[in-house]
């Protein structure tokens, strides 16, 4: 599996997010397509004597600040090093993307180039957390400010897929996180959505 990494993104980048990208291929194995500045990832690939490990470089003249707004770096930033990375999914080069930079400006551009799944009106982003048997899907940690109890359902179904398709669980089991475990606890938003989930 190829995971395209913004190399440009987060305060760091392309230093800090090119080394955890090779350790990565190092420790797991993993396969990676390095976006943006291409001569400034070549210097640090360089520098980490990693020039033989499964690693492409692709370039990318622009850069989305971190402070930049999502409709701008989504309009004005075509050839972004976080742009360019969604596309390499969307044309099945890689499987996945990863960045470390503009949260708000990811989840657009993801959005517009990706899209979503059918029946999924926004996207959210998950945590996989250790639990006391294996892992617990945790979503939404961040998109979005004020879902609807409709996006907690749709919300649901992605954690339910995730965990039964890449973690491979037999019959994942969903929960609702609230103020407590009865029925009729917590906010209108939550009772909704445990109603919709039931």
């Known amino acids: 599996m190829k995971i395209a990494v913004d190399a440009m993104g987060g305060d760091y980048g392309p230093a ?6 090779i350790a990565a291929c190092r420790e797991f194995g993993a396969s990676v397509i390095l976006v943006g500045d291409r001569a400034a990832i070549e210097r640090e690939v ?12 692709r370039h990318a003249s622009q ?3 971190m402070a930049e707004s999502p409709a ?10 976080l742009r360019v990375a969604a596309q390499l999914v969307k044309d099945g080069e890689a499987a996945a993307f990863v960045s470390a930079g503009n949260t708000g400006a990811a989840m657009a551009i993801a959005m517009f180039v990706i899209g979503v799944l059918p029946g999924v009106d926004r996207p959210a982003i998950a945590a996989v957390l250790p639990n006391l048997r294996r892992f617990t899907v945790l979503l939404d940690v961040g998109a979005n400010v004020d879902p609807k109890p409709w996006h907690l359902l749709q919300f649901a179904v992605m954690g339910h897929v995730y965990a039964r398709d890449l973690l491979g669980y037999d019959n994942p089991r969903v929960g609702l996180l609230s103020v407590g475990e009865e029925e009729g606890k ?3 938003l939550t009772k909704e959505a445990y109603e919709q989930l039931k």
């Open 16 to 21: 800090v997010v090119v080394e955890g990208a």
């Open 46 to 57: 360089a520098r980490l004597g990693a020039e033989h490990l499964p690693v492409e470089i």
């Open 63 to 65: 850069v989305v600040g």
């Open 72 to 81: 701008q770096a989504l309009r004005r930033k075509r050839d972004s090093s």
């Open 186 to 188: 917590g906010n209108e």
